[in-house]
Each structure stands twice: as C-alpha cells, then as structure tokens.
C-alpha cells in the first residue's frame, strides 16, 4: 500500500538552529499539504503545493518558515531559526487533485522538540 | 469566522457503542471527513460524508446533516486499540480543511 513518507520522525534542536523536514507524497499525488499540530488540537495548515506551484501558504510565518517542491514531487520545509514555540508535530499530507472529494492521506510526522 | 465543535473527551466500555458528535459552521461545505488519530501518529483517514444520511463502514459509521451542520461518528463494538483520537474536518467554499480539536476516546474494560 502507497504511503506518506516523512523523515525524520524525531528531531530535537536548540533555538535559533536551522532545521529541516522532508517529505515524499504518495506516487501520482499532485497535491501536497504541511501542517504543524500541537498537542490536542487539530491540524494546522502551513502550506499547500499543486505540483511545484504553492496554493495556499497565507498561515505559514514567512519570516522564518520557507517550503519548496521543486520538481513536483518531494518537498522540504525549513525553519530558521527555531523558536521554543515552534516545538510541535509536523505533519506532510498528499492528494491526488485537491478538489473536494479528494482524501488527504497522512505521512507519520516530524516531532519537533525546540529546547 | 468558521468553526468546528467536538466534544474534548469521551469514556466508553469495551464491547459498547459510542457516538461522536460534531457541529460545524463554515463558509460553505463540499464534504465532512473523519480521521483517526492514536497519540503520537500521524491521522487517519476514517470516512467521507457529502450527501445527506449514513455511511457505514465496517464497525464504523458516520453520519450527516447538513441543514443542521452537523455530523456523528458511531463506533461499534468498541475495542481497546480504538482509543484515540477522533478528528472532525470539513471542506469549505475554497476547498480548505477546517478541522475541529478533536476527541479523545478512552475506552475501559
């Protein structure tokens, strides 16, 4: 079965560091989703590629947040620097159009831990 | 603004049925889904309602009314490894998720 890959699944970092995260959609999904989640609460979206073209990207904090899907298909996303607010699980999903009857499937996500 | 409401915590008995209710005012609706989530893991896709009444899926089921702006998860014959966490999102008029806190089923013996 197709899945969401995301790595790492652990990171732990001290403030003001750089860090990255990266993410592989599911084979053939042109749509690909971050989100940051904080402990029981829902997730929050960061930003949304169609293909390489960004959708969406009016919730990520563009002073430290930056994303890029360069070829269509993997993405990364950075922070620098990191703050201790930012210590959450980052989440990468993907579908296959991003119309309405599409279902975003989940990668396992980034644990963030900012000391 | 838009908003979607779920209770924070449920309790239920293993081998019991337990229902999730979610209400939801967005600016428009294309379709209500409901993910699964187990603490520290990543969401899982659960169900997909767009039209009026009940899709059943297995031991789960869900249900929706969109007059009503309102939906519930119904879980059968609950299981120790369904404790988790239940998460409501709808599709807006922009085709943007908004998802609700979720709720934290706990289910005892």
């Known amino acids: 079965e197709a899945e969401v890959a995301q790595s790492p699944r652990y990171k732990i970092t001290e403030k003001s560091q750089a860090v990255a995260f990266w993410c592989d959609p599911i084979?053939?999904?042109?749509?690909l989703y971050w989100y940051r989640q904080i402990l029981g609460q829902g997730p929050e979206l960061l930003v949304q590629?169609?293909?390489?073209?960004?959708?969406?990207d009016s919730q990520l904090p563009k002073d430290r947040f930056s994303a890029e899907r360069l070829k269509g298909v993997d993405s990364t996303l950075k922070i620098q620097p990191a703050e201790l607010g930012d210590s959450a699980m980052y989440l990468c999903?993907?579908?296959?159009?991003?119309?309405?009857?599409?279902?975003?499937?989940f990668g396992p996500g980034t644990r963030l831990t900012v000391l | 603004g838009q908003n979607i409401d779920q209770p924070t915590e449920m309790t239920a008995t293993e081998g019991a049925i337990v229902q999730i209710n979610c209400t939801y005012q967005?600016?428009?609706?294309?379709?209500l889904f409901w993910y699964q989530q187990h603490a520290g893991e990543a969401p899982t896709f659960l169900s997909y309602?767009?039209l009026d009444g009940l899709e059943e899926k297995g031991r789960f089921s869900s249900f929706l009314s969109r007059s009503k702006g309102y939906s519930y998860l119904l879980l059968k014959e609950l299981q120790m490894k369904d404790s988790a966490s239940y998460l409501c999102?709808?599709?807006?008029?922009?085709?943007?998720?908004?998802w609700g806190a979720g709720t934290k089923l706990i289910i005892k013996p």
């Open positions: 999903a993907s579908s296959s159009t991003g119309l309405s009857t599409d279902t975003q499937y």
């Open positions: 084979s053939g999904h042109a749509t």
């Open positions: 590629f169609q293909d390489e073209s960004v959708v969406d």
């Open positions: 967005t600016s428009g609706f294309n379709g």
């Open positions: 309602n767009v």
């Open positions: 999102a709808v599709r807006d008029s922009n085709y943007q998720l908004i």
